[in-house]
């Protein structure tokens, strides 16, 4: 099962966009669920994840102070809300469900994440 992003789109810098990923409870409520981005030849960074039970988030410290991920109580979804946006942040977002089953760690790895989905393209201009 994939999940599935959306909401990007184009912003000025300074401005805002939500992202939102399904993630249909039956399958991921006991996965943590991450956001990373790609920006053309760079690799897939990690970006924000919340832990299985929505209690813990963390972040990559360029987004830190910005950015907030949150996951629905009914925890069918994850959110992303980016503030203060810069041309760095341009990038195709995903999300993606953690491989580990109740994972509760503070350390989120790309190579640890599955499930990823087509992602969504935010663009930020100057």
């Known amino acids: 099962v994939q999940l599935q992003a959306s909401g990007g789109g184009s912003v000025q810098a300074g401005g805002s966009l939500r992202l939102s990923c399904a993630a249909p409870?039956?399958?991921?409520?006991?996965?943590?669920l991450g956001w990373f981005r790609q920006s053309p030849g760079k690799e897939r960074e990690f970006v924000a994840a919340?832990?299985?039970?929505?209690?813990?988030?963390f972040y990559a410290e360029s987004v830190k102070g910005r950015f907030t991920i949150s996951r629905a109580k009914n925890k069918n979804s994850v959110h992303l809300q980016m503030n203060t946006l810069t041309p760095e942040d341009t990038a195709v977002y995903y999300c993606a469900a953690h491989s580990r089953r109740y994972y509760d760690g503070s350390d989120y790895d790309r190579g640890d994440f599955s499930s990823w989905g087509q992602g969504t393209l935010v663009t930020v201009s100057s």
């Open positions: 919340v832990n299985w039970r929505g209690t813990g988030t």
């Open positions: 409870a039956r399958f991921f409520s006991n996965y943590a």
